[in-house]
């Protein structure tokens, strides 16, 4: 790893520590975010009821984020749609905070967030989703390498 890689990837984790902090804040509190509709699926989901879980499953919801160099991988436990909007926006805001945008400084690199990704469904909540090539999913808490990685990883493809 080169020495830009490094201080890239540090400022991604700064990055992942800002958006935990906002996650930390009471819900509904966070601004809005120009991005966040596009994190939000119309589709409604029957998840697991939450409701009896006892000992450290029983918080309000559970929630994990991480950053691998410049993708932020985000798991939430919950049913509440409040709860995904504002993990959403503790998220943006907390990229924004350590990458602003070019309108906030001027630069002309791209948007630290991709609106392509966005606008291609790649950043929206889902209950099964690949995330750096392993299939998660969130109902029964299995993971598993995608089909594509099992194709690759696979004897008859190593020949």
Same mark, same amino acid.
């Given at each position: &790893? ?6 890239? %990837? ?13 996650? %930390?804040? $009471? ?7 120009? @991005?966040? /509709?596009?994190?939000? *699926?119309?589709?409604?989901? =029957?998840?697991?009821?939450? =409701? ?11 929630? &994990? @984020?991480? /950053?691998?160099? $410049? $993708?932020? #991988? !985000?798991?939430? !436990?919950?049913? $509440?749609?409040?709860? @995904? &909007?504002? %993990? =959403?926006? /503790? @998220?943006?805001?907390?990229?924004? *905070? ?9 630069? *002309? ?17 889902? #209950?099964?989703?690949? #995330?750096?090539?392993? &299939? ?6 299995? #993971? ?14 190593? !020949?």
């Amino acid at each position: &790893m080169n020495i830009v890689s490094v201080f890239f %990837c540090a400022a991604s984790e700064t990055a992942r520590d800002v958006a935990e902090s906002y996650v %930390c804040e $009471d819900i509904g509190t966070l601004p809005s975010h120009p @991005l966040e /509709a596009l994190t939000i *699926s119309n589709v409604h989901v =029957s998840l697991p009821d939450m =409701s009896k879980a006892n000992g450290a499953t029983s918080t309000k919801f559970l929630h &994990m @984020l991480e /950053a691998y160099v $410049d $993708d932020f #991988i !985000q798991l939430v !436990q919950t049913k $509440d749609p409040k709860v @995904l &909007m504002h %993990c =959403s926006r /503790a @998220l943006m805001h907390g990229i924004h *905070s350590v990458f602003p945008p070019p309108a906030v400084t001027g630069h *002309s690199g791209k948007e630290p967030i991709s609106g392509k990704k966005l606008l291609e469904s790649k950043g929206l909540w889902e #209950i099964r989703k690949e #995330i750096l090539g392993w &299939m998660m999913d969130g109902v029964t808490r299995w #993971i598993e390498l995608s089909k594509k990685k099992q194709k690759r990883s696979s004897p008859s493809s190593r !020949q």
